[in-house]
């Protein structure tokens, strides 16, 4: 419980730094980096536009950019599937950054909070219960950063963490750049498929993984 208390509280602190930035710049970001600006915008730079929009994604990690607009946009000027590949690699970017600045630079940070058999327990059961967590965020606001944060201070094995950020990116970096490309609104049955389809392959891979992981020999692992 005191473990658990303090992961709430690390994330609520996440969660408020997110949200002061959307109420100290979050207006202005969204007016520079709306669907429409970024549309103009990308369309003028076509050839350079998904160096600019993965940059714009990455930042996402600590600035307030609207990355739906973003992805949209990206719909509007490569299409649904060169659009939402691009989208989905730089949102997978920032996850990784994310993951990989809390794992490996929060290490002080984890051991302060609790010692080894805890930390232990809660990579555990980030292992089973965090891919779940991470598809459900990628699709919504201030999550994704929140959630990939504390997935690198569980110290998540990677390979899950890796695939359990796709099933939860890719889905909806096309749904949006295929609503960009159509210039439609969300519709909140596309947002729901495209978070139900990945949770409902998530149990199937971690069959998958621990099947193989029980197969390997003990020194391997």
């Known amino acids: 419980m005191r473990l658990l208390a303090k992961v709430l509280g690390i994330a609520l602190v996440l969660a408020a730094l997110c949200l002061a930035g959307f109420a100290l710049w979050g207006e202005a970001f969204e007016r520079l980096f709306s669907q429409e600006a970024c549309a103009r915008w990308f369309a003028g730079m076509r050839p350079w536009a998904w160096a600019a929009a993965i940059g714009l994604l990455v ?7 609207p990355a739906t607009g973003v992805m949209a946009a990206l ?9 939402g ?12 950054a994310g993951y990989g600045l809390a794992r490996w630079g929060g290490k002080r940070l984890a051991r302060r909070l ?3 058999a805890e930390l232990a327990r809660f990579q555990r059961f ?8 991470i598809i459900v965020s990628r699709a919504m606001p201030v999550l994704p950063e929140v959630v990939s944060v504390l997935a690198g201070l569980a110290r998540m094995r990677f390979g ?9 990116t890719v889905p ?13 609104e969300q519709p909140w049955w596309g947002m729901g498929v495209a978070v139900a389809l990945p949770l409902a392959i998530w149990p199937l891979f971690l069959r998958l993984t621990g099947a193989a992981e029980r197969e390997r020999p003990a020194s391997e692992r």
């Open 172 to 184: 909806t970096a096309v749904l949006f750049a295929w609503l960009g490309h159509l210039a439609r």
């Open 85 to 96: 590949a691009v989208g989905a690699a730089g949102s997978m970017l920032a996850g990784m």
């Open 160 to 168: 899950r963490f890796a695939a359990a950020l796709a099933l939860g």
């Open 126 to 133: 980030f292992d089973r219960w965090g891919g779940a967590a």
């Open 75 to 83: 719909g509007s000027v490569y299409g649904p599937a060169l659009g």
């Open 59 to 65: 930042a996402d990690l600590v600035l307030p950019v």
């Open 114 to 116: 609790a010692d080894e």
